[in-house]
């Protein structure tokens, strides 16, 4: 657990209320708010991906469990898979991204967010990477 | 994500003879060395370790496309390519492919692709659309992704053609492969994921460019969409630049360069690399070897995957209403107007907007049955019956009206 991310009890089930958006090393972050994680993906993978054409993504009401392939970002010819960072079940995706999918090279963090999910399992939370360690990693030839 | 077989028996490889460039002696095949599919358990993997990448060339025995894609799919899904790279070759009977979130009503023409037995299939990588054939190849280039390079696959193939016939070949500022006249021989796409990736492209042979022009012929359909749209091109045969090229030696041929090119730096290491790679094999595409196979194949020979998995899209199309279904004290055209809302391959609404005239003329009836009796159909002929028959159950005042509203109907969903 990071400094910058507390954990509170309430009413017998806990939250993480983090300040800070969490990574995975497949280059997707979710901002976690009580149980909703707003999923978008990091500056390193719009960059590399180039622009993106058309986002494909997961509908409202499907089940997703951490890691899946839920979707799919296509640029210039690829079509990259988008994965699932934390277990859940979706919400909301933001029909501004499907109408402009530039949005996502635009702003990744802000408006070019990708999906809402309702966590079901708020523990995997502590398998992600906080921004200084995504980071990190971003420097080793891991990724 | 990877299964383990129980090793089965060895195919023998029939040997293929090419002539080497430089030293004008014949090169034999070695027999196919048995490859294990599974990726744990990979036959020699020490070896490999030691010895860095090794390589393969797989050859698919089925012409059929969605088995082909189905058997991409399955080795995209569950081979660790970590110490072993593939190039998968694969031909089709007639097909016309369409990229992963493109429209085929948009792409190609439906009806007359059905009307000549060629299969319409959407595959799982970006990019447009594109004919196949049996005088069209198809290369599957599959790595790990952090080694996926289209460059380095494209300049390789375009290695093979100098090598075996000499022909000179660029790749274009959009990353195809294009002849002196910047025709197009091929078209390329990929799909990325974690931590598989595949660089697949066409390269066209000796494919019937009159069947290809017919399949893919656009036309202006009142579609509205997001999907992403083809850019057409012009195209040019291998044939045509050379009349020796044919299929059987070109396979061959870029196999032969694919083995002999470093995994990694993209160099050429001469025929004696080859020796250290796990050469040929041919691949029979079935359940008994692929475990899963059938239902990947199922699913992308399935309507819902080819058509339903369309973005959303809606037509519209406007037609001159006959004069006798307007009153007698009419003098100017009217038009009807008919847009369909599609979602998923189904017909999500219909708005028919009626001229006042035919509206106003002995009450027109017929709108809300249309809607209503469209309305979760597949966008299809049977639409059209379901609607027809729901109006053929009005009163017969109604008849002529009703019929010409069909008959409408009927035009946009088949003209497309």
């Not at chain 1, 939250?15 to 990091?42: A, C, P």
Request: hydrophobic fraction near 35%.
């Amino acid at each position: 657990m990071t400094p910058s991310s507390f954990y509170h009890e309430n009413g017998g089930r806990k939250f993480f209320q983090n300040v800070e958006r969490m990574y995975t090393n497949k280059h997707e972050w979710i901002l976690i708010d009580g149980k909703t994680g707003t999923v978008g993906i990091s500056h390193y993978a719009q960059d590399a991906l180039g622009d993106v054409v058309y986002a494909q993504l997961p509908d409202v009401g499907t089940e997703v469990l951490k890691k899946d392939e839920c979707g799919a970002l296509e640029s210039v010819k690829a079509a990259s898979e988008l994965y699932c960072p934390l277990s859940g079940r979706v919400i909301e995706k933001n029909a501004a991204v499907e109408e402009t999918p530039a949005l996502i090279n635009q702003s990744c963090y802000e408006k070019g967010w990708l999906f809402k999910i309702e966590l079901t399992n708020p523990d995997e939370l502590k398998e992600l990477m906080t921004e200084s360690e995504y980071e990190n990693f971003l420097k080793t030839d891991a990724h | 994500m990877a299964q383990n077989f129980v090793q089965g028996s060895i195919v023998k490889l029939q040997r293929i003879a090419i002539t080497g460039m430089k030293r004008n002696k014949p090169l034999a095949l070695s027999s196919m060395k048995f490859c294990n599919y599974s990726s744990s358990a990979q036959q020699g993997s020490e070896e490999a370790k030691v010895a860095g990448t090794v390589k393969s060339v797989f050859i698919s025995q089925s012409n059929d496309i969605f088995t082909n894609l189905a058997l991409e799919d399955w080795l995209y899904r569950n081979f660790d390519f970590t110490n072993h790279h593939i190039l998968l070759l694969w031909q089709n009977s007639p097909a016309v492919v369409i990229g992963r979130h493109q429209n085929p009503w948009l792409e190609a023409n439906t009806a007359v692709l059905s009307e000549h037995g060629i299969e319409i299939a959407r595959r799982n990588s970006g990019g447009g659309t594109v004919y196949h054939d049996r005088g069209n190849l198809n290369l599957t280039f599959f790595t790990p992704r952090e080694h996926y390079s289209r460059k380095n696959n494209l300049q390789l193939i375009c290695r093979a053609l100098l090598r075996e016939w000499g022909l000179k070949t660029e790749i274009s500022p959009r990353e195809d492969i294009v002849s002196g006249n910047y025709k197009q021989i091929s078209g390329t796409a990929a799909k990325l994921g974690r931590p598989n990736a595949y660089h697949h492209c066409t390269l066209l042979v000796d494919v019937d460019k009159v069947k290809l022009g017919h399949a893919l012929h656009k036309h202006n359909k009142g579609i509205k969409t997001n999907a992403t749209q083809s850019i057409p091109s012009p195209v040019m045969n291998l044939c045509d630049l050379n009349s020796h090229v044919k299929m059987e030696k070109l396979l061959a041929s870029i196999g032969w360069e694919y083995l002999r090119t470093d995994p990694y730096s993209a160099e050429d290491k001469g025929e004696d690399f080859i020796g250290k790679q796990r050469g040929f094999q041919f691949i029979n595409p079935t359940d008994q070897w692929f475990p899963g196979l059938e239902k990947l194949r199922a699913e992308f020979a399935s309507w819902g995957w080819r058509f339903g998995k369309s973005p959303k899209f809606n037509v519209t199309r406007t037609f001159r209403v006959p004069r006798e279904l307007l009153s007698k004290d009419e003098l100017t055209d009217q038009e009807l107007s008919i847009t369909i809302d599609v979602n998923k391959g189904v017909v999500e609404d219909v708005l028919l907007t009626v001229p006042p005239r035919l509206a106003a003329a002995k009450g027109f009836s017929g709108q809300a049955q249309v809607v209503t009796s469209l309305r979760g159909q597949q966008f299809s002929e049977e639409a059209i019956t379901m609607l027809q028959k729901a109006l053929s159950e009005l009163e017969s005042p109604e008849q002529t009206r009703n019929e010409f509203v069909v008959h409408c109907m009927r035009q946009v969903v088949t003209s497309i």
